[in-house]
């Protein structure tokens, strides 16, 4: 019930795409789903993150879609640029202090000219 | 904002050495702090919960004995690979909650631990 299911494992996006990345949950309690932006060899950078009360969050080129019946969100990246090529990674966790973060289990995406 | 400065980026040690990790909080005071395994291609393991005054919590099949924590102040926790291996090479990441109104985590910038 802590996974955090996470589709797909790779993408190849043309620039000037759009890359979709969704992800899957079965905690009800869970009530913050962030998304992290992770390059080789640093850590994980908050990208963008929602809260059940709301369907849609935009920031920049960034939107994230978030489904509480379904129980599913998705991460939109507009316009990418091959400087969005990076290693993906969605979470969950419930609020309150110190609850530990549930990760996905990430998505390679690769911006091609 | 919130920052955890985390060091050393990189360290390489010889089998049967032990390596620390540390993780400051920078103009905030953390008094939890999670401590992540990444292997390559692969997602953040949950190590262990480290709270500021108590004993850390480790998930289960973490060898605690090897994978020391110490999370002796608010702005301070430590991770020590014991009698490292080169089976416990992988990257290392640390994480406090930003508490207070904001919510979210912010990470370190990570550890590359390589045990030659």
């Known amino acids: 019930q802590q996974q955090v299911k996470q589709s797909p494992q790779s993408l190849i996006v043309q620039k000037g795409g759009i890359s979709i990345i969704n992800c899957a949950y079965e905690n009800t309690a869970f009530d913050y789903f962030p998304w992290y932006q992770q390059f080789p060899g640093k850590g994980p950078a908050l990208l963008i993150a929602?809260?059940?009360?709301?369907s849609e969050k935009k920031e920049g080129r960034f939107t994230i879609s978030f489904n509480k019946s379904a129980k599913q969100f998705s991460l939109h990246i507009m316009d990418s640029q091959p400087g969005d090529s990076a290693t993906y990674f969605c979470?969950?966790?419930?609020?309150?202090?110190?609850?530990?973060?549930?990760f996905g289990t990430g998505t390679q995406l690769k911006v091609e000219l | 904002g919130a920052v955890v400065s985390q060091h050393p980026s990189r360290v390489i040690c010889k089998s049967g050495t032990s390596v620390k990790i540390e993780c400051r909080s920078l103009d905030f005071q953390a008094t939890t702090m999670f401590w992540y395994r990444q292997f390559p291609k692969q997602s953040l393991m949950l190590m262990a919960t480290?709270?500021?005054?108590?004993?850390?919590?480790?998930e289960q099949g973490v060898e605690k004995d090897k994978f020391l924590i110490n999370h002796a102040s608010l702005t301070l926790s430590t991770l020590t690979v014991t009698s490292a291996h080169p089976e416990d090479s992988s990257f290392y990441i640390c994480s406090a909650p930003l508490g207070g109104r904001a919510y979210g985590y912010t990470f370190g910038s990570g550890t590359r631990l390589t045990v030659v």
């Open positions: 480290s709270n500021e005054g108590s004993k850390a919590t480790y």
């Open positions: 929602i809260r059940p009360d709301v």
């Open positions: 979470a969950a966790s419930t609020t309150g202090g110190g609850n530990k973060l549930t």
